[in-house]
Structure formats: C-alpha cells, structure tokens
C-alpha cells in the first residue's frame, strides 16, 4: 500500500510541472490577451468595450471566448461580476487557422453627479474540438495593445473609470 502512495506521489509530482509549465507558456504568448477598448466615449455615454486576441492551437481546434464584465466595490474594496448585463455569454471567434480577434461593448447607466463606476473584463477562452474543451484559460483586461492603424484599438486599458 505505500508503495502505491509513493507512485502515486511520483506521478502527480511528475505531471504537476509539466502543467504549470503548460499554463506558464499560454500566458506567455503575445496574442493571448484581452483589453479594454471603449471606455465612455461621447458618441456612447456609459460604454466599456472588451476586445479579446485568441491564438490558435495545434490541430486547428474552435477558439471560444465569453466576455463578462466586473467593477469594483470601493466599499468592500474587491471586484463583483455585473450580473446584470455584464455577460456577453459564449461565442465561436474562430476556428482555429490563425489568430483572431472579437469583442463585446456593454453600455451602464453613467453614475450620478460626483460618482464613479470602474470596470474591468474578465474573459473565459477555450479552445474545443467539436464539443470537448481541450485548453482554457482565464484572463483579465491589461492595457498596451493599442494599434493607432486598427480602429478597434485606438484605446488599450486595464480598466474603464466612469465619471460624472
């Protein structure tokens, strides 16, 4: 019996680099990032736009993205989900022959004179064959992928502050 456990142990300490090392390399890769592009525009008052890059994978699998937008607290001091129209819910943005690139833009009812509303994206990206997930991973808006040449990315942030 303990020298089942021993392998066992083996095994898992085995694997376990060999997946951190996996999610260490996704998110070390340059396309695989989600930004903030639209924050309050005057021709939109209220919106906040995630854009979205998903690379592709080895065997051309389905890439997947589900857009959710959270905000801060400043009372509790932590984030929340926008559970009410914060979801851009799941969308097929490509099917896997090359980077691509999707967005959602959410518009919120701008806060009250001398409020503020600060949002950020949360982004769930799967990459699937046909209806099996075969990787995943898990981001958040940063700033520094602005493309002056791409109008969908004149504007590259972390977050949106929306102020009255």
Request: with cysteine; glycine share 10%; aromatic share 6%.
């Amino acid at each position: 019996m303990i020298l089942r456990l021993l392998a066992l142990a083996g095994a898992l300490l085995a694997v376990a680099p060999a997946g951190a090392a996996a999610a260490a390399k996704r998110k070390a890769d340059p396309n695989l990032w989600a930004t903030i592009n639209i924050c309050d525009p005057a021709s939109q008052p209220g919106a906040a736009g995630v854009r979205v890059s998903i690379p592709h994978e080895r065997r051309s699998p389905h890439q997947w993205a589900r857009i959710q937008v959270q905000f801060f607290d400043f009372r509790a001091r932590r984030w929340k989900r926008v559970r009410i129209g914060g979801d851009g819910g799941w969308a097929r943005l490509g099917a896997g022959r090359g980077v691509v690139q999707g967005g959602t833009t959410f518009t919120f009812t701008p806060p009250a004179a001398g409020q503020r509303l600060l949002l950020r994206g949360r982004v769930d990206v799967q990459w699937r064959r046909r209806t099996r997930i075969v990787d995943r991973a898990r981001l958040r808006t940063n700033g520094g992928h602005g493309d002056r040449s791409d109008p969908s990315l004149r504007v590259s942030r972390a977050t949106c502050l929306i102020r009255r």
